[in-house]
Nanobody, 129 residues
Framework: QVQLVESGGGSVQAGGSLRLSCAAS????????MGWFRQGPGKEREGVAA????????YYADSVKGRFTISQDNAKNTLYLQMHSLEPEDTAMYYC??????????????????????WGQGTQVTVSS
């Protein structure tokens, strides 16, 4: 069981950078597929990036490739999303999520389907033009 808390959101001008953090707590002695998702105003939630904490990925949405980098610090049970060259279209509530994997369901599968079992409350990212 995982509890997730996001931080690092805020307001930034277009072209700027932000780093989001996701701290996992409550039983972390397990590997998960962990990802970042976002939901902008009037839009559906979409996958941004994901990584398997046991070693796998990363996976990125085409819209953020080359601009965003997902990384992890297993010792700290923390997931990061480094965002560069931010655009107004990146404005959204960003959520951290964790999901279990098995032989039939891979991290890439979860990323594609957004079928994660645990979600954080989100952190707002606002990019001004």
């Amino acid at each position: 069981q995982v509890q997730l808390v996001e931080s690092g959101g805020g307001s930034v001008q277009a072209g700027g950078s932000l780093r989001l953090s996701c701290a996992a707590s409550t039983y972390t002695a397990r590997h998960y597929c962990m990802g970042w998702f976002r939901q902008g105003p009037g839009k559906e939630r979409e996958g941004v990036a994901a990584i398997y904490t046991g070693g796998g990925g990363p996976y990125y949405a085409d819209s953020v490739k080359g601009r965003f980098t997902i990384s992890q610090d297993n010792a700290k049970n923390t997931l990061y999303l480094q965002m560069h060259s931010l655009e107004p279209e990146d404005t959204a509530m960003y959520y951290c999520a964790a999901g279990g994997v098995d032989m039939w369901t891979t991290c890439s599968d979860l990323f594609r389907t957004l079928n994660f079992g645990y979600w954080g409350q989100g952190t707002q990212v606002t990019v001004s033009s």
